[in-house]
């Protein structure tokens, strides 16, 4: 029984042994676990630190946010204002389209602001205006000039008859100095035309002594002017595509094709002359041909020269 007994307590020491053992090594475990929570709480120290700056960074961001709806809504305030604005605007066009008045109250005619803007567009003494007038069309072209020409007749029929119909008034720009450039050089060119062509059928009728032709030539020195501005507006405008013929190109070329074809009418007609014993057609071929040279080596001479 002593044995047994014995026996009994040798194998429950042996278990309390690997008991003991077992504990020792959960305690082991148990302390590393605990150095390791012990660590890691310096990395949620860190961790809560970082959520206490994005906090505060995210009041920092609702408090802007709160500036940037107080600016939204000052902005709203102000469409607002703009709307109604344009309301007001729209409702005065589309009752100044339909009235031919419309009422200012005194305090606007006595307001530094309206003095300000006549002093812009009236003289010192208020007796001179301007208008400025823009165009939708290049100021060079023939729809601009068109459109001064639609303004000077607007606004002298529409002062006659009214206590400024004894007011001068006169319109300025490129497009203006363009179409008086040309009015002044239509009105020259039909006045010279007119002189030169009666000077030329004297001179002819003193020098060759008849009248058909004398007639023949002048109606021949005109043909040839429309002519050539027939065939340079074709060639310039119409094939090269050009803007179109200068102003100037009507005067001097009526100038030049007179000038010259009256000296070689002239020579030709004297040519005709030395030629009468045979037929005037013959004669004239004749007269042509010694003529003919002559001529051509002008119109190489007198191109070359005017050449740009």
């Given at each position: ?47 809560l630190d ?25 902005v ?39 003095k ?99 007639v023949?030539?002048t ?7 429309f ?52 037929a ?21 001479f ?7």
């Open positions: 029984t002593a044995n047994k007994n014995l026996a009994a307590m040798s194998t429950g020491l042996s278990q309390m042994a690997g008991g003991l053992k077992t504990i020792e090594s959960g305690v082991g475990k148990t302390s590393d676990g605990i150095g390791t929570i012990v660590t890691n709480m310096d990395k949620v120290a860190q961790g970082q959520m206490k700056s994005g906090q505060q960074q995210l009041v920092a961001g609702l408090d802007q946010f709160g500036s940037f709806g107080t600016q939204l809504s000052a709203s305030d102000a469409l607002k204002k703009i709307s109604g604005g344009l309301g007001q605007s729209q409702d005065f066009l589309a009752q100044f389209s339909t009235d031919k008045t419309f009422h200012i109250p005194d305090e606007a005619l006595t307001s530094s602001d309206y300000t803007a006549l002093n812009s567009f009236m003289s010192g003494d208020r007796n001179i205006t301007k208008m400025i007038i823009v165009l939708n069309d290049d100021p060079y072209s023939w729809e601009a000039v068109n459109t001064i020409k639609e303004i000077n007749t607007t606004v002298s029929n529409g002062m006659k008859g009214t206590v400024l119909s004894d007011a001068r008034f006169g319109v300025s720009g490129p497009s203006s100095l363009t179409n008086d450039m040309n009015d002044t050089l239509s009105r020259d060119l039909n006045r010279m035309i007119v002189i030169v062509l009666a000077g030329v059928f004297l001179v002819l009728l003193l020098v060759i002594r008849s009248f058909w032709t004398p023949f030539i109606l021949s020195l005109v043909g040839s002017y002519a050539a501005i027939f065939v340079s507006n074709t060639l310039f405008v119409d094939i090269m595509h050009y803007a179109g013929l200068s102003s100037f190109v009507p005067f001097f070329a009526f100038i030049i094709i007179v000038a010259l074809g009256v000296d070689y009418s002239i020579f030709l007609m004297a040519r005709f002359r030395e030629f009468g014993d045979i005037p057609k013959e004669a004239i071929i004749q007269a042509s041909r010694q003529i003919g040279g002559v001529v051509m080596a002008a119109v190489v007198f191109g070359g020269t005017f050449a740009p």
